[in-house]
């Protein structure tokens, strides 16, 4: 008996063909599949986040498209043929988050001086950058900016500053490494940065923000936190009785008009905090606690302003901000945690509580999209580690970045 030996190879042949096909086609309906149920299970989150949003602001003009994710580790083999499109995807995110940015504060810029721009500080007009900022800005700022300053017992002779602390908020010789600034994000959730946050020589907090419940997050640590006035004030918070503000460094803020004297200030503050902070001193009199001095936070406008190619919001900068300028000239290197949205970013607003809102992520009431935009300049760290991990590093004034120039 003759075998066609030809016949047979053409037969493998074709045999083998149409294994690859098929096998290709159930590689690209299972990656279908993978998207369609992860695009499921990502609106099917955020119906249940909005609602909350009943009784939220919205602000429509920020919102354009959805690019929310949940974030996973997948361990399936069957995801690395998807790594080429998961990657693109990833840099879409990215280029949209910083998009927004950026119409954020081109819609602020267009509404400079008319009646929906209101500018309660009476804040001059200021010329916006004529160039873009460039990476090394930090250390162009510790000599265009004022040093950190905080009220003193002989700006005014008022029963607040004789309550002043006699020690200042930091020695002169009180210098780190590391530091970290912790924002209050709801991308902090499931981020698994706690160890290493505690890792850094300070780390910095703000206002009523917890760590108790949430350390695998966000760490326990807490050398410093930064409170506005309203935590300080308000009842809900319980400033002068929680054991949340003791043992630590504290630095308050309340804004002023922008030419106010201090006179002026004392005499009608934003937020009537006096009492309180006299209180908390009188029971915590060991305690070290001081005032942002009301003019140094227009100052950071004004450089905020100065390196910003658009006219940007006229109120004061964010605590964020706030913490930066006053750990720049201190830290060697300042890592910021989910001040840049990663790919954890939610409808949510931050990590302890379900409350949605989207301002809080691209601003509404602070300059904070260009801040961010700023921040996002100066950062030294891949994009992996910005939009993945979820921080950003930024070189203090000690570092070899700022010392060689």
Same mark, same amino acid.
């Given at each position: 008996?003759?075998? /066609?030996? !030809? #016949?047979?190879?053409?037969?493998?042949?074709?045999? &083998?063909?149409?294994?690859?096909?098929?096998?290709?086609?159930? #590689? $690209?309906?299972?990656?279908?599949?993978?998207?369609?149920?992860?695009?499921?299970?990502?609106?099917?989150?955020?119906?249940?986040?909005?609602? $909350?949003?009943?009784?939220?602001? =919205?602000?429509? =003009?920020? /919102?354009?498209?959805?690019?929310?994710?949940?974030?996973?580790?997948?361990?399936?083999?069957?995801?690395?043929?998807?790594?080429?499109?998961?990657?693109?995807?990833?840099?879409?995110?990215?280029?949209?988050?910083?998009?927004?940015?950026?119409?954020?504060?081109?819609?602020?810029?267009?509404? $400079? %001086?008319?009646?929906?721009?209101?500018?309660?500080?009476?804040?001059? $007009?200021?010329?916006?950058?004529?160039?873009?900022?460039?990476? /090394?800005?930090?250390?162009? @700022?510790?000599?265009?900016?004022?040093? +950190?300053?905080?009220?003193?017992?002989?700006?005014?002779?008022?029963?607040?500053?004789?309550?002043?602390?006699?020690?200042?908020?930091?020695?002169?010789?009180?210098?780190?490494?590391?530091?970290?600034?912790?924002?209050?994000?709801?991308?902090?959730?499931?981020?698994?940065?706690?160890?290493?946050?505690?890792?850094?020589?300070?780390?910095?907090?703000?206002?009523?923000?917890?760590?108790? %419940? =949430?350390?695998? /997050?966000?760490?326990?640590?807490?050398?410093?936190?930064?409170?506005?006035?309203?935590?300080?004030?308000?009842?809900?918070?319980? +400033?002068?009785?929680?054991?949340? =503000?003791?043992?630590?460094?504290?630095?308050?803020?309340?804004?002023?008009?922008?030419?106010?004297?201090?006179?002026?200030?004392?005499?009608?503050?934003?937020?009537?905090?006096?009492?309180?902070?006299?209180? &908390?001193?009188?029971?915590?009199?060991?305690?070290?606690?001081?005032?942002?001095?009301?003019?140094?936070?227009?100052?950071?406008?004004?450089?905020?302003?100065?390196?910003?190619?658009? !006219?940007?919001?006229?109120?004061?900068?964010?605590?964020?901000?706030?913490?930066? *300028?006053?750990?720049?000239?201190?830290?060697?290197?300042?890592?910021?945690?989910?001040?840049?949205?990663?790919?954890?970013?939610?409808?949510?607003?931050?990590?302890?509580?379900?409350?949605?809102?989207?301002?809080?992520? +691209? %601003?509404?009431?602070?300059?904070?999209? *260009?801040?961010?935009?700023?921040?996002?300049?100066?950062?030294? @760290?891949?994009?992996?580690?910005? &939009?993945?991990? #979820?921080?950003?590093?930024?070189?203090?004034?000690?570092?070899?970045?700022?010392?060689?120039?």
């Amino acid at each position: 008996m003759r075998i /066609d030996v !030809h #016949g047979a190879g053409v037969a493998l042949t074709v045999w &083998f063909f149409l294994n690859v096909v098929l096998l290709g086609m159930c #590689g $690209y309906i299972y990656l279908l599949w993978l998207q369609y149920w992860r695009h499921i299970s990502v609106k099917n989150q955020q119906t249940q986040e909005l609602t $909350y949003t009943q009784q939220q602001p =919205y602000v429509e =003009y920020y /919102d354009e498209g959805d690019f929310t994710t949940t974030h996973q580790k997948n361990g399936n083999p069957l995801m690395r043929i998807s790594e080429a499109l998961l990657d693109k995807t990833e840099k879409i995110r990215q280029n949209k988050i910083i998009a927004r940015l950026r119409q954020v504060i081109m819609k602020e810029s267009s509404n $400079y %001086g008319s009646v929906k721009n209101e500018n309660p500080y009476n804040v001059p $007009y200021r010329p916006q950058a004529p160039n873009n900022v460039k990476s /090394d800005w930090t250390c162009n @700022m510790a000599s265009t900016v004022e040093k +950190f300053r905080t009220l003193e017992k002989n700006d005014i002779d008022h029963l607040l500053t004789k309550n002043i602390p006699d020690v200042p908020l930091f020695d002169d010789n009180e210098v780190f490494e590391t530091c970290a600034i912790i924002s209050n994000a709801a991308t902090l959730r499931n981020s698994n940065l706690g160890y290493f946050i505690d890792q850094h020589d300070l780390v910095l907090r703000f206002n009523n923000a917890p760590t108790k %419940g =949430y350390e695998k /997050d966000v760490g326990s640590k807490t050398t410093i936190r930064i409170l506005n006035s309203q935590v300080v004030t308000k009842p809900q918070f319980q +400033f002068v009785s929680s054991p949340l =503000y003791k043992r630590l460094k504290l630095l308050m803020w309340d804004p002023s008009n922008y030419t106010s004297s201090i006179n002026e200030w004392i005499k009608s503050p934003e937020h009537n905090f006096i009492n309180n902070y006299i209180s &908390f001193r009188k029971s915590n009199p060991k305690s070290n606690f001081h005032i942002v001095h009301p003019q140094y936070l227009w100052r950071l406008w004004d450089y905020i302003q100065d390196h910003t190619t658009a !006219h940007i919001r006229r109120n004061p900068p964010s605590s964020g901000f706030l913490g930066l *300028a006053m750990l720049l000239p201190r830290c060697t290197v300042v890592n910021m945690f989910e001040f840049i949205p990663s790919e954890r970013m939610t409808h949510r607003c931050h990590y302890y509580h379900e409350k949605v809102d989207l301002t809080c992520t +691209f %601003g509404i009431w602070h300059p904070l999209a *260009a801040e961010k935009l700023l921040m996002l300049t100066a950062n030294t @760290m891949p994009d992996q580690t910005v &939009f993945h991990t #979820g921080f950003i590093s930024i070189p203090g004034y000690k570092s070899p970045i700022c010392t060689s120039l």
